[in-house]
């Protein structure tokens, strides 16, 4: 990996803002990280340890994913997603609002989970599996909660380490495949074949001036890779970045698969 670390390093370069990069080749377990362990802005990233702490009390059999809940009150926020803009507020299971937190990113569907699960088993998974940096701090678009220093932090290795293991885990195959349904491709599957990107789970994240992707490669060979950017000049810049730095993965990928 090393021709790949430098083809990205000459990337950033020419690209503004401050930038972390994890990439893991599952096949030989070498990792290439650039200030991979710098802490950041999780944005929407955060959703995938929600994600992950859903899945995984469902293996344990500790809930019920068809359980349903419903939309109400303070959760109905903007930004991405489509449930705040229904007129009716229908029952949905939590499988539904899993699916909706991370395909299309919906906030509102979020929050429904945060309040349901609460922010305590979160941060505690996270923390009994050894994730020091990342934690779940306040719900998506309080503004009023960042204004007064409580952020959802994280780093691009732990990140990309949890990305791991929902890869690795047989009770989280769910998790992986909401992942894969993923609709918002515009960063480092953005160069891809578009046939490819059903075969790369994927959370994307931005706030003003961040941008951020976490992907799982099952094809042409498994990888995990995480690029997270701030201080950007522009969300263009971030985009366009980790659509580069997402092309030479791919081509790594198949010069390796060969």
């Not at 941060?123 to 994730?131: A, I, V």
């Not at 047989?170 to 495949?177: D, H, I, N, P, T």
């Not at 491709?185 to 961040?210: C, F, H, N, Q």
């Not at 690029?227 to 198949?254: E, F, H, P």
Request: aromatic share 6%; glycine share 8%; with cysteine.
């Amino acid at each position: 990996m090393d021709r790949l670390k430098v083809e990205i390093i000459e990337l950033i370069e020419g690209f503004s803002g401050n930038h972390s990069v994890y990439l893991k080749d599952i096949g030989t377990g070498e990792e290439l990280t650039i200030a991979a362990d710098e802490k950041m802005a999780a944005a929407s990233l955060i959703k995938v340890p929600i994600l992950y702490t859903l899945y995984d009390l469902d293996s344990r059999g500790e809930l019920d994913l068809t359980e349903t809940l419903k939309p109400t009150g303070d959760n109905m926020v903007g930004g991405a997603g489509v449930l705040t803009w229904f007129k009716s507020r229908p029952e949905l299971t939590l499988l539904d609002l899993a699916e909706l937190m991370i395909v299309i990113s919906d906030n509102t569907a979020t929050n429904i989970l945060i309040d349901w699960i609460g922010f305590a088993p979160v941060n505690d998974y996270l923390k009994d599996n050894g994730f020091d940096a990342t934690r779940l701090e306040r719900k998506m678009m309080d503004t009023g909660a960042r204004a007064d220093g409580s952020e959802n932090i994280t780093t691009a290795r732990e990140m990309g380490l949890l990305m791991g293991m929902i890869y690795e885990s047989e009770g989280l195959a769910g998790a992986k495949a909401t992942l894969c349904r993923q609709q918002l491709r515009d960063k480092l599957s953005y160069l891809l074949p578009e046939s490819l990107w059903s075969s790369v789970a994927s959370k994307t994240g931005m706030l003003k001036r961040i941008e951020h992707d976490a992907s799982l490669f099952f094809m042409p060979a498994p990888l995990i890779a995480v690029t997270m950017s701030n201080n950007l000049s522009s969300q263009a810049d971030g985009k366009l970045l980790q659509a580069k730095i997402g092309n030479n993965i791919y081509q790594y990928l198949k010069k390796k698969g060969g």
